[in-house]
């Protein structure tokens, strides 16, 4: 069965300070796709990153990294220097194979507070 | 284009009242979703939708209904509301991606408060 955990429910940092939010998954498939999403106060669902199985090239956008390891079905995200425009809900997601209409399966989210 | 739209944004509904919560996308993505965030919970999906026609449950399903009449619209009904239906309802589309796999836009969101 496919799941997604995500552990830490809530993380606090000061501006500044690196974080960490961890994702791992679970499916029985060889194909599939990793997602994370911010929702910040507004509510809105923003896509950050999707990567695919065969892929386990981390990726580097500005502050945002994401390290992906296939051997400990992991998806973490790293925030460098957070801010408190960072503040907000994370969501790890995956979504399995091509097949028509697979749907995203979610975490639960991790809320990120940034105090300046 | 405008994505997907959900409307109405927010909305108070009473116990036993029935409302149904607008979902469209002008995009042409054969595949629509509807999912419900709880606090703490995550986004489980209710329905899903391949095509004008045809639906199917997701995890969630029990107390609404969708129906898929175009490519366009996926509406979901809440038909007996209840307080466990509080919740913030995101409909969802998906197209294929080069590569493999799919993208998915999300619409704003609604808020259903039932007291």
């Known amino acids: 069965a496919q799941k997604v955990t995500q552990a830490q429910t809530e993380i606090s940092v000061v501006e500044k300070e690196d974080v960490t939010l961890d994702c791992v998954y679970e499916?029985?498939?060889?194909?599939?796709?990793l997602f994370w999403y911010k929702q910040p106060p507004s509510g809105e669902l923003v896509f950050l990153i999707r990567?695919?199985?065969?892929?386990?090239q981390n990726e580097i956008s500005g502050r945002y990294s994401w390290n992906f390891q296939k051997s400990t079905s992991s998806f973490n995200f790293t925030i460098t220097a957070s801010q408190v425009v960072d503040s907000a809900v994370y969501f790890c997601a995956l979504s399995e194979g091509n097949q028509a209409g697979t749907a995203l399966i979610f975490g639960k989210g991790t809320t990120l507070s940034v105090s300046s | 284009n405008a994505g997907v739209t959900q409307t109405p944004k927010f909305r108070i509904l009473k116990i036993g009242q029935s409302m149904t919560l607008q979902c469209a996308q002008d995009m042409n993505h054969n595949y629509m979703y509807w999912y419900r965030q709880d606090p703490g919970m995550g986004l489980k999906l209710i329905y899903y939708s391949v095509g004008a026609g045809i639906t199917d449950k997701g995890e969630v399903p029990n107390g609404y209904n969708v129906s898929r009449s175009t490519t366009e619209d996926f509406p979901l009904r809440l038909e007996l509301a209840a307080p466990s239906q509080t919740s913030v309802y995101f409909c969802?589309?998906?197209?294929?991606?080069?590569?493999?796999?799919?993208?998915?836009?999300f619409g704003s969101g609604t808020r259903l408060t039932v007291v």
């Open positions: 969802a589309s998906s197209y294929s991606m080069a590569g493999g796999g799919y993208g998915y836009t």
């Open positions: 990567r695919n199985s065969f892929d386990e």
């Open positions: 499916t029985r498939d060889t194909t599939y796709y």
